[in-house]
T-cell receptor, first 115, second 114 residues
Framework: EPEVTQTPSHQVTQMGQEVILRCVPI?????FYWYRQILGQKVEFLVS????????KSEIFDDQFSVERPDGSNFTLKIRSTKLEDSAMYFC?????????????FGPGTRLTVL | GNSVTQMEGPVTLSEEAFLTINCTYT??????LFWYVQYPGEGLQLLLK?????DKGSNKGFEATYRKETTSFHLEKGSVQVSDSAVYFC?????????????FGGGTRVLVKP
């Protein structure tokens, strides 16, 4: 069964450093998402991406964040200058194009620890 | 805006007990409703969903019915197992239009003891 994959599973970085989190969505999906979950808190939407552009973003997704689909398979989230409060689990999700297929499938997550 | 409220945990049960996790939502229009489950150390997995009023989603013995009159989507299982220990998230997608983000509840941790 197709699945969303994410790398790395755990990333440790120093405050102020840039990180890139990588995701490979399900191959025939066209909508891509990033969510994050700070430890013990709810899952929060960051950004959605369709047709090579951001379709929606949350207040959390400020100028320090960017997303890219550099080729036909990867979908990345970049944080330019990490802060302590960026420590969280980051989930990638993807969804097909049919209106009735409105299920988002999630990857296993990348745990980001900012020291 | 859209929001999802679910009962706070942790919920501690014995094996074979009945489980109910309450979930209510606020949204305009006719959202789709979901339950996701997060097992220890893992990501989010779709457990079940319902896309219109009175639909019942079911999977692995879990059920939830989309109740528009009470704006609820409570999760139930008649006889839980230790392997059901996880965090359960209720979520909504505001419409059937493609691309809409999910709004999650706070999650309910369930611990099933042998």
């Amino acid at each position: 069964e197709p699945e969303v994959t994410q790398t790395p599973s755990h990333q440790v970085t120093q405050m102020g450093q840039e990180v890139i989190l990588r995701c490979v969505p399900i191959s025939n999906h066209l909508y891509f998402y990033w969510y994050r979950q700070i430890l013990g808190q709810k899952v929060e939407f960051l950004v959605s991406f369709y047709n090579n552009e951001i379709s929606e973003k949350s207040e959390i997704f400020d100028d320090q964040f960017s997303v890219e689909r550099p080729d036909g398979s990867n979908f990345t989230l970049k944080i330019r200058s990490t802060k302590l409060e960026d420590s969280a689990m980051y989930f990638c999700a993807s969804k097909g194009v049919l209106a009735v297929t409105d299920t988002q499938y999630f990857g296993p997550g990348t745990r980001l620890t900012v020291l | 805006g859209n929001s999802v409220t679910q009962m706070e945990g942790p919920v501690t049960l014995s094996e074979e007990a009945f489980l109910t996790i309450n979930c209510t939502y606020t949204a305009t229009g006719y959202p789709s409703l979901f339950w996701y489950v997060q097992y220890p150390g893992e990501g989010l997995q779709l457990l079940l969903k319902a896309t219109k009023a009175d639909d019942k989603g079911s999977n692995k013995g879990f059920e939830a019915t989309y109740r528009k009159e009470t704006t609820s989507f409570h999760l139930e299982k008649g006889s839980v197992q230790v392997s059901d220990s996880a965090v359960y998230f209720c979520a909504l997608s505001p419409s059937k239009a493609a691309g809409n983000k999910l709004t999650f509840g706070g999650g309910t941790r369930v611990l099933v003891k042998p």
